[in-house]
């Protein structure tokens, strides 16, 4: 192995810019969220028709696992639940869900979220009585979180 000379050094500061300038953004996007939690769900409903078919225990099951995802992706990636909800309704969105669904899902999330469990009966009975399952939220700037405001 040779000396460095001047030729050598400006060569591998312009490579470094080079590669900062093409791909810096997609590395600083990977670094900041390389330890971020992958949404999975092991069955998949794509419209609310669907999810009412659906048997009671298979619904309740359905429900459970939003919850725990939701639960984890709260302690892990450390944000507030309104985020939460926002962040799995748009995973859901890339999944090809339903966007009536997502919102009723939204609120499952937000719930669970913030008690940290999950109670299927309580959220039957409300489904059942027709309250409605949306609350407004005072910010509508953040990204898409629009989107997902029933009116």
């Not at 009723?104 to 913030?114: A, I, L, V």
Request: aromatic residues 14%; negative net charge; proline residues 1%.
């Amino acid at each position: 192995m040779g000396t460095l000379d001047f030729g050598k050094i400006t060569t591998i500061v312009l490579i470094f810019f080079i590669v900062s300038f093409f791909f810096g953004d997609k590395l600083l996007f990977w670094y900041e969220h390389k330890d971020d939690m992958q949404f999975e769900l092991s069955t998949i409903v794509y419209t609310k028709k669907d999810f009412e078919a659906m048997q009671e225990q298979e619904q309740k099951k359905l429900l459970s696992d939003i919850s725990s995802i939701c639960v984890r992706k709260h302690h892990i990636d450390g944000l507030d639940c309104t985020d939460t909800a926002y962040w799995l309704a748009n995973s859901l969105e890339e999944k090809g869900i339903d966007g009536d669904l997502a919102i009723d899902w939204m609120q499952t999330c937000s719930e669970s979220c913030q008690t940290g469990t999950y109670v299927a009966p309580v959220l039957q009975e409300e489904n059942k009585a027709g309250y409605s399952t949306t609350k407004k939220s005072a910010e509508k700037s953040q990204g898409t979180k629009w989107f997902w405001e029933k009116n």
